[in-house]
Nanobody, 115 residues
């Protein structure tokens, strides 16, 4: 199985930057893609960004040009670099590993952006 642990969340002022990390362990070779999702209070969880095993990336329209997803295969870690943060980016951010068997979720990390 795959285990995911997120870190790097915190409080930042609008316009600032933050980098989230997601460390994966277990059956790493079985992962087809790694995703970032977020969930704000009172809202459903929404897709933020993904990176495939081949290195392709996709982003939600709301974060294009501001967020960058990347990976370090040697460290089995995926990152989400968040720049030009806005108060509406405030949410719990979750890492997810997509496999044939389904999606595995991390525990989430809180990101709060003050105005």
């Amino acid at each position: 199985q795959v285990q995911l642990v997120e870190s790097g969340g915190g409080l930042v002022q609008a316009g600032g930057s933050l980098r989230l990390s997601c460390a994966a362990s277990g059956r790493i070779f079985s992962i087809d893609a790694l995703d970032w999702h977020r969930q704000a209070p009172g809202k459903q969880r929404e897709f933020v960004a993904s990176i495939t095993s081949g290195g392709g990336t996709h982003y939600a329209d709301s974060v294009k040009g501001r967020f960058t997803i990347s990976r370090d295969n040697a460290k089995n870690t995926v990152y989400l670099q968040m720049n030009s943060l806005k108060p509406e980016d405030t949410a719990v951010y979750y890492c997810a590993a997509q496999r044939v068997q389904g999606r595995t979720w991390g525990q989430g990390t809180q990101v709060t952006v003050s105005s």
